[in-house]
């Protein structure tokens, strides 16, 4: 028997580079009226130079970056507010440290192939991550496990379709009066 789910009001976007985590996450967020959070933005300087230089972060570079995402989603559940938060979260032990414990939060997860998302990344050129740490992305990935009641969207489909189909499943319970105005 699955224990009842606190309806969310803070959505992760998990997923590799390169797999949509930024444009659905800002489409999701402006269609539900909620804040967004580009993850990556809180990376320290050096982490940012290390991935610009084609280094992959390890554990010790992502301790940081992790306690401040998850300090971000904490602030707006003191404040009441409702936000989407773009994060890599490749691995289990980076989900527990920004989700774990906290009901009102709700991850999501990119799924793609290489092959699909290899091909975004090479028309990609305005983003610190190079297109050769993607095999590196998909060594470090761990799919959320069961438990996690993570909602899986393909990244195949348009965004239009796959944010449709994220609000509907983010809507299930959720009191739209709960959320401080973002605006």
């Known amino acids: ?79 009441g507010k409702c936000g989407v938060v773009a994060c890599s979260a490749l691995k289990r032990r980076y989900r527990d440290i920004i989700i774990g414990g906290r009901a009102d939060v709700r991850l999501i997860y ?7 998302i290899g091909e975004r990344l090479a028309q990609r050129h305005d983003h610190f991550m190079p297109a050769s740490l993607l095999d590196s992305q998909f060594a470090a990935l761990q799919p959320p496990d069961p438990e996690e009641d993570a909602i899986t969207v393909s990244v195949d489909a348009p965004v239009d379709t796959m944010v449709a189909q994220l609000a509907a499943a983010l809507a299930t319970g959720h009191d739209p009066h709960r959320c401080a105005l973002t605006g």
């Open 1 to 79: 028997m699955q224990e009842h789910r606190q309806a969310p009001h803070i959505a992760v976007i998990m997923g590799v580079s390169g797999s949509g985590k930024t444009t659905i996450g800002r489409v999701l967020a402006r269609r539900l009226g909620w804040l967004f959070l580009e993850g990556d933005a809180l990376h320290p300087p050096e982490n940012i130079a290390k991935m610009k230089a084609g280094h992959p972060l390890d554990d010790e570079d992502r301790a940081p970056w992790l306690a401040a995402v998850a300090a971000r989603i904490d602030q707006w559940r003191d404040d």
């Open 110 to 116: 990119l799924e793609g192939s290489r092959a699909l």
